[in-house]
């Protein structure tokens, strides 16, 4: 779990770049703007390679994340980057990357509980 922690913070803080990238502006904004899709792209894949980088134990461990699916997100993002959809990115912005945070934080703080525990 230790080496988890590493992958699952460079997580955390992409999904905080995400929100600052997007924050304050609509959908039609961040259709017309090519840095912020650029932005909000890379982070998604910084997501998705950290992700993929897990254990299988902690992926097992906490399965009602979609593992999957976010590496998968990652893999469109890499090899098929002309069929991605702007809607699906605005999408992931707006509904999926909330609930992410939230669970990411947990397992954060499920790893640091441990770690206390373990230096008593």
């Known amino acids: 779990m230790k080496k988890d922690k590493p992958y699952l913070q460079h997580i955390y ?16 904004s961040f259709f017309e703007n090519k840095e912020k899709q650029y932005a909000v792209t890379r982070a998604i894949e910084i997501i998705g390679e950290a992700t993929k980088n897990l ?13 999957k699916t976010i590496a998968g997100i990652r893999d469109i993002l890499i090899h098929k980057y002309f069929g991605i959809k702007l809607e699906r990115i605005w999408e992931v912005t707006q509904k999926d990357i909330p609930e992410l945070k939230n669970q990411i934080a947990e397992v954060l703080r499920e790893i640091d509980e441990k770690d206390k525990e373990t230096q008593k």
């Open 13 to 28: 803080d992409a999904i905080c770049d995400i929100e600052k990238f997007v924050e304050n502006i609509t959908m039609e």
């Open 55 to 67: 254990s299988s134990e902690l992926k097992a461990r906490h399965s009602k994340i979609p593992w």
